[in-house]
């Protein structure tokens, strides 16, 4: 079969964000597959296809184009902005572009999505029958994985000046990600917090835009909290591993997820998670973490006391969260994605 990709977000700022890095994984499997013959394009097909494959979704800018002559899928990985319409302003035309691709989704042979409760969003706010919207698991890298080179542990902690103990978060920082309240948790306790992203020490940004309200918080209680925090920004994966493998705890508190891949990364290394309930977090954790009410810095606190003052536990759900990350691989991802394809051209 030959299915065309949309390659757009290996070319843009995505690359360095979710979508880019679940394309180029997605191709790499894809590309393994004997029965399927990989188009790769930006913005426009040339070529010859069976079925056309655009990886990346944004309800508020045009993702795909309008007409089709062929069979195409979305993968739609969450739908977050629409959950906090105060904290993600569409602006008009974003309403507009929206309110155009929600009908146009329906003309799609099939939605693909990360989890069963972005499967749910979707479903809420499109009205698209749960049967066309598939779900498929996203995974960690093989890169993550617990080091047992303790020269080069000590080299990435002397690297960043980091403490003993510290608790890890690595992603960005927006209304959903919940920052602040892990941020005022950590400094009330006394818990040194090191904060992985590109965006962390971003200086060129809107100070005044809705969307960025999270990161001028944050970026004050750092600078009021010398030594307290340690703002790393964007760190090379090499290192990222090494700072799981550093981490006493990963904690990712966030109101909405479509997936969480950090927390599988975290897992990946052997290290222990407090993360969100009822939220994807919850769903691709399992029992593998703690799982803490979002919204109540109380819950948050005993999660981290709990894991800072006891090696037993923290032990525990290191093992935990590595049989967890045995049940996701891209090698699975891709194959539950070619299933897809099979099944949307075996339609008549």
């Given amino acids: 079969m030959k299915i065309a990709i949309d390659t757009n977000s290996l070319s843009s700022q995505s690359q360095f964000r979710g979508i880019g890095f679940y394309t180029s994984r997605l191709i790499e499997q894809l590309e393994t597959m004997p029965s399927i013959q990989l188009i790769k394009f930006v913005h426009k097909l040339n070529q010859a296809a069976d079925l056309i494959h655009y990886p990346g979704f944004n309800p508020f800018c045009f993702s795909f184009p309008l007409v089709h002559q062929l069979p195409f899928i979305i993968t739609v990985h969450d739908l977050v902005p ?4 105060l904290n993600f302003p569409p602006g008009v035309k974003g309403k507009l572009s929206w309110l155009i691709q929600r009908r146009l989704l329906e003309f799609a042979s099939a939605i693909i999505t990360d989890s069963y409760v972005s499967k749910q969003d979707i479903i809420k706010f499109t009205r698209l029958k749960p049967e066309k919207i598939q779900v498929v698991y996203l995974a960690a890298d093989k890169i993550f994985k617990p080091l047992k080179d303790q020269a080069e542990l000590i080299k990435v902690r002397q690297k960043y000046h980091l403490p003993e103990k510290f608790v890890l978060y690595a992603g960005d920082v927006n209304y959903s990600k919940n920052l602040p309240l892990l941020v005022q948790t950590c400094l009330q306790h006394h818990y040194p917090l090191v904060l992985v ?9 809107d100070r005044k835009h809705p969307e960025n309200k ?5 970026q004050k209680l750092i600078k009021s909290n010398p030594g307290k925090i340690f703002p790393l920004g964007f760190v090379k994966t090499a290192d990222l591993v090494a700072l799981y493998n550093l981490a006493t705890v990963y904690v990712q508190v966030s ?5 969480g891949l950090p927390v599988l990364e975290a897992f990946s290394c052997g290290c222990p998670v407090i993360t969100s309930k009822a939220t994807s977090l919850a769903e691709i954790s399992g029992s593998a973490a703690i799982l803490v009410n979002p919204r109540d810095k109380l819950s ?7 894991f800072w003052l006891d090696p037993a536990l923290q032990k525990k759900y290191r093992l935990l969260g590595l049989l967890q990350a ?8 891709g194959k539950e994605t070619l299933k897809v394809y099979e099944k949307v051209l075996s339609q008549p």
């Fill in 326 to 333: 045995r049940q996701f691989s891209w090698e699975k991802t």
């Fill in 255 to 259: 109101l909405a997820e479509g997936f």
């Fill in 300 to 306: 948050i606190s005993q999660a981290l006391k709990a």
């Fill in 214 to 218: 999270s990161l001028v918080v944050v």
């Fill in 197 to 205: 992203g590109k965006q962390i020490v971003a200086k060129d940004f």
């Fill in 82 to 85: 629409l959950k906090f319409p």
